[in-house]
């Protein structure tokens, strides 16, 4: 199967959609766990059917999930999965207005707090995997890089690639134990 080119998002609707902190977790749920209904998402979710009912409409007319009538077993059963194109998105298409800047600041700042918050709850989590999860799976790394603007774009392109090759890889049928692993990345001028 071809793999579908990267949805890039310079609508600021778009972007508010993809980061409210509701909708991320349903589209996170369907991309871990495969598509779903509200009902299956609403208890996944801990959250009221009518609520996630809301949000999926606002992620399907943002187009980041789309409607899978194949799984219905009825005409009013509904199930959903995200769209197949890898959603991508870049602070810089958001400089237009200091409007769309803000929505694109505040975007940022709700997804790195949502990343951070999965490697913060790792260490209550832990007890709970079994021992080879305990076991050097959990990875912190950090480096300190001198590059020009080229070089940084170069290695987040780089690190996207290396994140695509892993995310699209066929899953080995080999018996082997697989978690859902999230995994993040940032490339950021900055000063000690």
């Keep these: 199967m071809a793999e579908e080119p990267a949805h890039k998002i310079s609508d600021t609707r ?26 299956m998402l609403a208890e996944r979710t801990d959250e009221a059917v009518g609520n996630v009912s809301h949000h999926v409409r606002v992620l399907a007319e943002a187009r980041l999930v789309e409607d899978v009538p194949e799984l219905a077993r009825d005409r009013r059963e509904r199930w959903w999965r995200p769209t197949p194109a890898e959603v991508r998105w870049a602070r810089a298409d958001f400089e237009g207005s200091p409007a769309d800047a803000a929505v694109a600041d505040a975007a940022g700042s709700l997804m790195l707090d949502r990343q951070t ?50 995310s699209h890889r066929p899953v080995p049928d080999d018996a082997q134990e697989r978690e859902p692993v999230l995994v993040f990345g940032h490339v950021v001028p900055a000063a000690p």
């Design 117 to 166: 918050a999965a490697a913060r709850s790792w260490p209550a989590r832990r007890a709970g995997y079994p021992e080879q999860w305990r076991e050097g799976c959990a990875v912190s790394t950090e480096a300190w890089l001198r590059l020009s603007p080229e070089e940084a774009r170069e290695f987040g392109a780089q690190l996207i690639a290396l994140f695509d090759a892993w």
């Design 14 to 39: 778009v972007l508010a959609a993809l980061t409210h902190p509701l909708r991320r977790q349903i589209l996170d749920v369907l991309t871990v766990d495969g598509p779903a209904t509200v009902g």
